[in-house]
């Protein structure tokens, strides 16, 4: 099994981590501690899939860590939202090349993909700490907007690890399509992060308690991604490991991880004890809940067992007057990492843009070089390929790639007709990556 990172690399890696402003997305500070989590991400894959022992995890844990890397996907997605849509709409903005741009872009779910990893486990959820409410309220709005999404019919398009000849070549208006598409993947992720936070709800405090049941009433969020099922095109295809994959007729009635993961969490918020002393079983939420019972067929309990108790209680609750509102009086502790990095920059938006655009995102022709040298060393394609589950497809016709572009080594094609057609599109990424790779 490769391995990208020893021990003592990645304690290095992890105890460098540190919160940053703003103002300091995407410069040289900030690229060296993407370059950094992005080597712990894949490491932290690579562990995991091997079922090695998780060492990343265990750092993070000990060193204090994972708060700091709360923090940076919830800075990244306050750049996203309040400042990149700025960079897009400035008239005088033609930077050379926009793979920085992208690698901002992309800082948000490769942070979500590693606490996807680390988060599985009940200790990384107490070394969180305070950090679990502002995770709680991130997944939280992701899964209201992939919700939202699923009832508009929206269809995410496919996206791949990590694209460089978008990066290098894509409009700003490409890149904000990228990103679009990017925040499938990430509320996908956030539906994982949220079922193993509530795996662990025992041990966390009431107010990350309360915050789900209450504030967010996440129990009703639920029920409207089994209602949707946004990681379905019907009965043609199924998001599955990143991609979306033909439904053979046999598998037409088998649960994804997906699936799965909303009834796990849907058991864990209404039938634990401590879940059922908090939420509010009123008319509405009853209702929600109720029309759960519909999806409970024969073959969803037969893969998943233990919804029979759910399915139970439902009916249970189905003949059960709605009880009258709860008045607990609980001083709560509330989420700090938003509403400060919004607070810290109100009304400094456009500011910040002007900024970064200037003196971040238009690099030299020397700095480019410079910057794609240390993504090639980052990306090791070797390790890249091991991560990926399938075989890579065709930059031009999106068919099964069979070779690589031997000068760049970061494009593939299915065949000389297709890499000669795409060619025109591909030289300026090609010739990028060509130097930063001779300088490795």
Request: charged residues 25%.
């Amino acid at each position: 099994m490769n391995s990208l990172l020893l021990h003592g690399e990645a304690e290095g890696y992890i105890q460098s981590l540190e919160k940053m402003s703003l103002r300091d997305v995407g410069s040289p500070r900030w690229f060296r501690q993407h370059e950094f989590i992005e080597k712990l991400n894949m490491q932290a894959i690579l562990n995991a899939s091997a079922n090695q022992e998780e060492f990343i995890k265990d750092l993070f844990i000990s060193l204090g860590k994972i708060p700091t890397l709360v923090h940076a996907m919830i800075l990244t997605e306050v750049w996203k939202h309040k400042v990149f849509t700025i960079i897009c709409k400035l008239q005088d903005f033609n930077p050379k090349s926009n793979f920085l741009l992208y690698m901002v872009i992309h800082h948000e779910a490769t942070i979500i993909n590693l606490l996807e990893t680390i988060m599985f486990h009940k200790e990384s959820s107490e070394a969180a700490g305070d950090a679990v409410l502002d995770l709680v309220d991130y997944c939280h709005r992701k899964l209201t907007l992939l919700a939202g999404r699923s009832v508009c019919g929206e269809v995410p398009a496919e996206n791949r690890i990590i694209d460089v000849q978008m990066s290098a070549t894509a409009s700003l208006q490409d890149l904000q399509s990228q990103s679009d598409m990017l925040e499938f993947d990430i509320s996908i992720k956030a539906l994982s992060v949220l079922c193993y936070i509530t795996d662990h709800i025992e041990s966390l405090s009431l107010s990350v308690l309360s915050r789900m049941l209450s504030t967010h009433n996440v129990p009703c969020l639920l029920v409207q991604l089994v209602e949707n099922c946004p990681w379905n095109r019907g009965k043609l295809e199924k998001y599955t490991e990143g991609k979306w994959r033909p439904i053979l007729p046999e598998d037409q009635l088998k649960l994804n991880k997906h699936d799965g993961q909303v009834w796990i969490a849907l058991l864990n918020l209404i039938l634990k004890p401590d879940c059922q002393r908090k939420y509010d079983f009123n008319s509405f939420n009853k209702n929600q809940l109720l029309k759960l019972c519909g999806f409970l067929t024969e073959a969803v309990m037969d893969q998943l067992p233990n919804l029979v108790d759910l399915k139970q209680f439902l009916s249970h609750l189905s003949v059960t007057d709605p009880l009258p509102p709860k008045k607990d009086l609980v001083l709560e502790q509330v989420p700090e990492i938003w509403n400060s990095i919004v607070t810290e920059n109100s009304n400094k938006w456009k500011a910040i843009a002007k900024y970064q655009v200037t003196n971040v995102f238009n690099p030299s022709g020397n700095d480019l070089r410079e910057q794609a040298s240390r993504l090639a060393q980052t990306y090791n394609l070797d390790v890249m390929e091991n991560l990926i589950p399938e075989k890579p497809k065709c930059g031009a016709c999106g068919a099964m790639g069979v070779k690589r572009c031997s000068r760049c080594q970061g494009e593939w094609y299915c065949n000389r007709e297709c890499q000669v057609k795409h060619w025109p599109k591909h030289k300026p990424a090609c010739k990028l990556m060509a130097e930063a790779m001779q300088k490795l």
